[in-house]
């Protein structure tokens, strides 16, 4: 053989078991992570001919699939579409997969490597796979609770409602307004799923935005929480210890004032910390987070979850105690403490906050799937989910402290509103300036104990019909928060 054949030869080997490594490489290397890109046609086809697995609150399906006469062999269905479409997210031929139709997929669809032994004998049965079954950890009740305290704000009122159980982190509650249809994405007439893509993306009130755990804003007065907690625990002060109230806060060199709302005193010059946080009152926690500086601040903060993504499962971005880098001066520190200047918060990372003081300190993970479960019904690996410990953000002890702070705010001072007879009930109301032509963000955080049940809340209205003047966490959020928790511990 001459040389030129010789090189020909080898180069031909070469390209041939390039080949095959590359046709291994896609086969057995690749292949998860292609079948599950957005826009595989194939994939989308196959998904679409088999029956997707439903979604389940409460024993009850929220998303089913259904033979359809259409364009495929089954249609995805909604039940209550817009109460739970900040959680089941929307199933499209067209626009993929969101919320637990997108994380849960491998379930719902089929492919899991859980349910090998099922496609097994699907296959060997010349059936088409089936998928499993998702069952979530949603109170039923207190969703509807949730959703129609928001409702009755009034149309055009936008806001967000999140519930945990504080002892495990499962979630409770999780409703958005307004919020939308997702059968429209669902339908096999795709020259309609697009209109109705369109029409959603361009309405200014972002319906399909999840304002739970996809929108952080600022807590305000809700945020007074973690600088107490920081308090107790770094400066070691008791509830009946004195801080500094009066009716303004003022900085070395600047013109700037922290006043209180409203212009108040606090009720006096000193006052304690219980009588400080049933008031609310901006200077105390002001002049508080001056004393703890911004390091120590930052850490109480980050030891509730600022900063990182709280679960897998709730798909949510990271609550902000301040952009890094940032050196704060003394009065935006003082802001930062009573939860301004850069704090910004998204419901669940406050319901986090309430469910770790309500769960003696320790902060759980937040999920909301509780079983996972194959086409015959019977449970997967790692189902129910078992609750996972995030650590502690503050002393059994000083968790316990806080806790009477936040039960005397709900008995005598700005958190009346929620209130629940024989139930224990501890809030947190919240007032948060945003830009001058908008009005405030009205918060409340609470939980609520009544014998083995127990709950914890947070609620933000973003905006409502009320007046500028009218706004604040306890007369606009305080009912809804009530309404949950009742529905949750009676």
């Not at 959703?147 to 409770?172: E, F, H, I, N, Q």
């Not at 029409?199 to 755990?213: F, I, K, V, Y």
């Not at 900085?251 to 006096?268: A, D, H, I, K």
């Amino acid at each position: 053989m001459n040389k030129p054949i010789r090189v020909m030869a080898v180069f031909c080997l070469v390209l041939f078991a390039a080949l095959l490594v590359n046709v291994n490489v896609v086969q057995f290397v690749q292949a998860e992570d292609l079948n599950a890109r957005e826009g595989n046609r194939r994939v989308l086809d196959a998904e679409f001919s088999r029956h997707r697995g439903p979604i389940l609150v409460d024993g009850e399906a929220i998303a089913e699939s259904v033979e359809s006469d259409g364009r495929f062999e089954y249609q995805r269905r909604y039940i209550d579409p817009e109460l739970y479409a900040p959680l089941t997210g929307f199933f499209s031929y067209t626009y993929g997969r969101s919320g637990i139709e997108r994380t849960e997929n491998s379930i719902l669809s089929g492919s899991d490597d859980s349910l090998f032994v099922d496609r097994l004998g699907d296959l060997l049965g010349n059936q088409q796979p089936q998928g499993g079954s998702v069952e979530l950890t949603i109170d039923a009740a207190a969703q509807k609770a949730a959703a129609a305290g928001l409702a009755d704000l009034g149309r055009g009122a936008k806001g967000a409602v999140v519930a945990l159980d504080p002892s495990t982190g499962a979630v409770l509650a999780m409703a958005s307004q307004p919020s939308y249809d997702p059968n429209l994405l669902a339908s096999s007439d795709l020259a309609s799923v697009q209109a109705s893509m369109e029409e959603l993306m361009a309405d200014e009130d972002q319906p399909m935005l999840n304002r739970g755990t996809r929108q952080i804003l600022p807590p305000g007065s809700t945020f007074k929480l973690v600088t107490a907690a920081a308090a107790l625990e770094q400066l070691n002060l008791e509830p009946r210890s004195k801080v500094k109230a009066g009716r303004s806060l003022s900085f070395p060199g600047q013109t700037y004032e922290l006043v209180n709302e409203g212009g108040s005193t606090c009720g006096g010059s000193t006052i304690t910390l219980e009588k400080a946080l049933n008031v609310s009152c901006n200077v105390s926690f002001g002049w508080l987070a001056d004393k703890l500086g911004q390091d120590r601040l930052a850490e109480q903060a980050a030891k509730f979850g600022f900063g990182t993504e709280l679960g897998d499962q709730v798909s949510a971005v990271q609550s902000r105690f301040t952009t890094e880098g940032t050196e704060l001066e003394q009065s935006q520190l003082a802001q930062s403490g009573i939860g301004q200047f850069e704090v910004a918060a998204t419901p669940l990372q406050m319901a986090t906050v309430a469910a770790a003081i309500a769960n003696d300190g320790e902060v759980m993970e937040p999920y909301v799937v509780k079983t996972r479960r194959a086409p015959n019904l019977s449970v997967l690996p790692g189902s129910p989910t078992e609750p996972e410990s995030l650590g502690r953000a503050m002393s059994q002890g000083n968790a316990a402290k806080l806790r009477t702070m936040m039960e005397s705010t709900v008995q005598e001072g700005t958190a009346t509103s929620a209130r629940i007879s024989g139930a224990t009930v501890g809030g947190k109301t919240g007032t948060a300036q945003s830009t001058k032509d908008r009005p405030p963000y009205a918060w409340f955080v609470s939980y609520a104990t009544k014998g083995d049940r127990q709950v914890a809340v947070a609620v933000v209205v973003e905006s409502s019909r009320t007046s500028r003047s009218e706004i604040a966490g306890g007369r606009l959020a305080g009912p809804i928060a009530r309404s949950v928790m009742d529905a949750v511990i009676k």
